[in-house]
Nanobody, 126 residues
Framework: VQLQASGGGLVQAGGSLRLSCAAS????????MGWFRQAPGKEREFVAA????????AYADSVKGRFTIFRDNAKATGYLQMNSLKPEDTAVYYC????????????????????WGQGTLVTVSS
């Protein structure tokens, strides 16, 4: 599986960005997709995950109510809509997918994901 994340940039606090994750190499609609982020000097942390069908989602408490994860299986692309951005959201954002497919379980730890995109930088200014 190859994952290509894009859509990062510089935005003011309170603004919005939409990240995209284009997938290839495997049937996109068969597996979970997740987003993680890593701020400078910090460990990578879970942001959100979505089931293969899009019917199930999970969010970190820090982004719940502000971020929305969704996917378009016909386009083999996943998205992370980020609203009401805060300076503490500044990080490199990564999309990821596990090896297994067809499950309704939504993993939340980086060790449960096997494939990673290259990351896209989001900078939120105060």
């Amino acid at each position: 599986v190859q994952l290509q994340a894009s859509g990062g940039g510089l935005v003011q606090a309170g603004g919005s960005l939409r990240l995209s994750c284009a997938a290839s190499g495997r049937t996109f609609s068969s597996y979970v997709m997740g987003w993680f982020r890593q701020a400078p000097g910090k460990e990578r942390e879970f942001v959100a995950a979505i089931s293969w069908s899009g019917g199930g989602t999970a969010y970190a408490d820090s982004v719940k109510g502000r971020f929305t994860i969704f996917r378009d299986n016909a386009k083999a692309t996943g998205y992370l809509q980020m609203n009401s951005l805060k300076p503490e959201d500044t990080a490199v954002y990564y999309c990821a997918a596990p090896e297994y497919s067809g499950s309704v379980y939504l993993p939340r730890t980086s060790s449960e994901f096997d494939y990673w995109g290259q990351g896209t930088l989001v900078t939120v200014s105060s």
